[in-house]
T-cell receptor, first 113, second 114 residues
């Protein structure tokens, strides 16, 4: 079993839809949780980050972490064609080992106009 | 500062040849990381530097791979005797020490071994 599992999709939604992206993980040492967006032929770009459990909102994006279930989510409201990209969840451990990110496979999202 | 710069963007090489990639991090960042990403997978950690010291190497980094960061500035990743399985995107990132969220990735070098 991989440390981080993410459904690779692909996921196709109409413009304006609410998108839900999810990851599960097995390593209880993970404390820092991130979502990256990666456009084709580009490097990953940090979108959202959360420490430990809880919710965080930034504009149309909401990140949720449920450490008891080892489950993290990213919600995108009012999705736009420009949101079409691969979304990668990433996590790292406690201070002192938080330099190394473990990524999911990524979910390919297409938002259709 | 224009972010993390990687060169070349794309490299095609014949099996058995040596290749070298370069990464220029954000100037004030003292940590530099190399990751490898194959098609349909997330990036996988290869190695990282704090200033000029290489502090950890993944088991993915075979003896054919070597990375350097002279003087704690730019870094190079060399692959000797390339194999078809080395074909991947090689990503460089940089951050400040202790800032867990602070990775900035470059656009990567796509290696194709034919």
């Amino acid at each position: 079993q991989k440390e981080v599992e993410q459904d690779p999709g692909p996921l196709s939604v109409p413009e304006g839809a609410i998108v839900s992206l999810n990851c599960t993980y097995s390593n209880s040492a993970f404390q820092y949780f991130m979502w990256y967006r990666q456009y084709s032929r580009k490097g990953p770009e940090l979108l959202m980050y959360t420490y430990s459990s809880g919710n965080k909102e930034d504009g149309r994006f909401t990140a949720q972490v449920d450490k008891s279930s080892k489950y993290i989510s990213l919600f995108i409201r009012d999705s736009q064609p420009s949101d079409s990209a691969t979304y990668l969840c990433a996590m790292s451990g406690r201070r002192g080992s938080n330099y190394k990110l473990t990524f999911g496979k990524g979910t390919l999202l297409t938002v259709n106009p | 500062d224009t972010g993390v710069s990687q060169n070349p963007r794309h490299k095609i090489t014949k099996r058995g040849q040596n290749v070298t990639f370069r990464c220029d991090p954000i100037s004030e960042h003292n940590r530099l990381y190399w990751y490898r990403q194959t098609l349909g997978q997330g990036p996988e950690f290869l190695t990282y530097f704090q200033n000029e010291a290489q502090l950890e190497k993944s088991r993915l980094l075979s003896d054919r791979f070597s990375a350097e960061r002279p003087k704690g500035s730019f870094s190079t990743l060399e692959i000797q005797r390339t194999e078809q399985g080395d074909s991947a995107m090689y990503l460089c990132a940089s951050s400040l020490v202790g800032y867990a969220y602070g990775y900035t990735f470059g656009s990567g070098t796509r290696l194709t071994v034919v």
